[in-house]
């Protein structure tokens, strides 16, 4: 996509309120005049990302993370610039300008065009669904399982014919690509070279997967009955489900079966229950639990705790009564209880699935038993009382160590009441084995010790492997500016690989923190930012070539440029001309206060004239120690004997410099 103009930017950034943008992907809180929500980009467990709607700019005081909401998408969606432009615009309904390749199959992927395909791909599956006459048993399926016609629109379910080529004649016939088709996880590579590839999805119920924001990123298929038995009739065997494979869209750890659906439920009800199988998420909504997500055929990760956060401040895991269930609810805690989450356990009769809970008890009685569910730490004491037999030495020391090695993964915090959960939970555990509680707390302080010794093992090995396959060089054509370890961090670089993807480099790069740069260029920069009119101040007074950072350069460059055109170089003026996503964020965090605790009563901030007057000041000061050095060193390389009219002039230079201010004015 080409350089879009500051003007269209300019509109884009009018149009998409920042507010409204971050609300469509995460719940909000409001703290009196402040606007905040849990923030995405890091493993945060109380509201540290703040959105400023006057400068339309968010902060994280936690990571760091900051921006506009270019830089917002480009940060949550993982896309490069032009596709967060496209996506926002799209948003806004403005429309850019494209090249005569762009969107060509040739050209590469781009997300849009992905999401283009998968959801021409979902409208086929649903037609195929309603209309065509060998999808009578899939409607038979449906109807077998109690899902109604309202849940089949809802949900937008669809059905792959079992004849192959289907899909692909039917986007042939719509001049739509099949390299796309591939792409986006619908089509496989053929087993022989010379033939074409092949539809992943046929004969199958098709699940469509969706992100929070509803867009399909992938699906999910359950093989037909009369599927199943014709190729197992054959001796072919036949996976039950399905699902699209990893894409740059489709990522299975970090998605969850009726997000897009839940949201409004779970802020309702205060959680969002998680339980396994589409079929299961689609019942309870049906019958009224709309707070009900699932996974798909994957284990609980760190991915999908983030994920869940971003719906509500409580989870509540829900489990069958059956060993298979119990099992699974152990593996998800030791995930659960390493965040800094608010978890609970519900564990269903035995024998009940959730849906048949749901049915036989009532969308009511199921969510009481959610709101009660049991503190995890309460269900770790608890489930080794019925596994193990207390009154057995060798038993009870196993059941202490299972429990141990489980609460060794909290981590070490007083949020929520954790440690005085913790300290009853190590009370109950010595009642029941009826062991010293000091003994318990020796041996938790041993595992965690042993656990912090395994981690940091692990870093230190993931960071030599890092830096083995660390560049050597910075890309060409790029400035760069040391970051607060000293490494050299690219300014100016290409972000993407024109896949609409970050590269995992880009992903990584390190953030420019207001603390890492020159404290005068840093105040004159924010004098620029905070203070638009003391830029004609500024622009007579200070070259943007005597900063010392690359990426204070940029942004004091945008300021002087809008000054000259004869436009106000106000923050979102300014922002909107710098391409560099991480000057963005930099100029994002030096519009914010540096502590955002109120000032005491008594204590009131400069004038503007007042801080411009002293980092004026300071920096002429910077400059006449820097020409003194200058100056020392250039007269320490003549010879005095052969050129003593130049020394002379360097002496009486330097004894001026020693002696009198630079005249800035």
Known sequence: MPRQSDTILAAIKRAVDIVALVGDYLPLHRHGSKVKALCPFHDDHKPSLELNPDRQSYKCWSCGAGGDVFDFVQEYERVDFPEAVRMLAERAGITLEKTATEGSASAGASKAELLDTLAWAERAYAEALAERPEAAEARDYLSKRNINGESVARFKLGYAPDSRGWLIDRAKRKGRSTILLERAGLLLPSDRPDAPPRERFHGRLIFPIHDPRGRVLGFGGRVLPSVEERLAATGAGIAKYV???????????????????????????????????????????????TNVVGTMGTALGDDHVIALRRLADRVVLVFDGDAAGQAAADRSLEIFLGHEVDVRVLTLPAGFDPCDFLVEAGVEAFQDMARNAADPLTFVVDRVSYRYDLSSIEQSRVAAETVLATLAKLPRTSRAGLDIKLAKALDSLAFRLRVPVESLHRRLAELRREAARVAASRARGDAARRGALAPSTAVEGSQSVPNANGAAQAIGSSVGDGSGVVSEAAAARPKIRPAQLDPIDREIVQMALDYPESVAGLISRVTVESLRDPATRAILQACYDLYAEGVEPAFEAVIVRLEQPEVRSLAADLVSPIDPVPMPDRVRPAAPEDRLAGVLARYSERLRQERIHEVLAARAEIDKEAEPELYRALTEEYLGLLHHKLDLR
């Open 243 to 289: 699902n699209s494979p990893e894409t740059p869209l489709f990522q299975k750890r970090r998605l969850l079966y009726g997000a897009d659906l839940a949201r409004e439920g779970a802020r309702r009800e205060g959680f969002v229950a998680v339980v396994e199988g589409y079929t299961d998420v689609i019942m309870a909504h049906q019958l009224g639990a």
